[in-house]
C-alpha cells in the first residue's frame, strides 16, 4: 500500500466534504460522504493527481468503500499502467 496516495486521497476528501476528523478507515457509502457529486469529483482528481483515467467496471462499491480501498485502487491501476507502457 502506497502511503502517499492513500494520504492524498484522504486529504482531497477532507478538502471537498469538510470532514477534517475523516481517515482512511472511514466508510464513504455508509456515512453518506460520497454522493454522486464528490464521486465526481474524485474521479477527476485521481485524473488530474495520478495521470490516471479510472474505466466504468472499476466504479464499484467495494472499490470505493473508503480512502484506503480507493488508494489500492489507483495504486493497482497505476502498476497495471506501468507495466502495460514497459511492455
Known amino acids: 500500500m502506497d502511503s502517499s ?23 464513504l457509502l455508509d456515512s453518506g460522504l460520497l454522493d454522486s457529486l464528490t464521486m465526481m469529483d474524485l474521479l477527476v ?22 480512502p484506503e480501498t480507493i488508494a489500492n485502487l489507483i495504486a493497482n491501476r497505476l502498476a497495471t499502467q506501468n507495466q502495460t507502457e514497459a511492455a
Open 5 to 27: 496516495i492513500q494520504n492524498q486521497v484522504t486529504d482531497f476528501l477532507r478538502s471537498v466534504t469538510g470532514q477534517q476528523d475523516l481517515t482512511a478507515s472511514t466508510d
Open 45 to 66: 482528481f485521481v485524473e488530474s493527481e495520478f495521470h490516471l483515467r479510472l474505466e466504468f467496471q472499476d466504479i464499484k462499491p467495494e472499490l470505493f468503500k473508503n
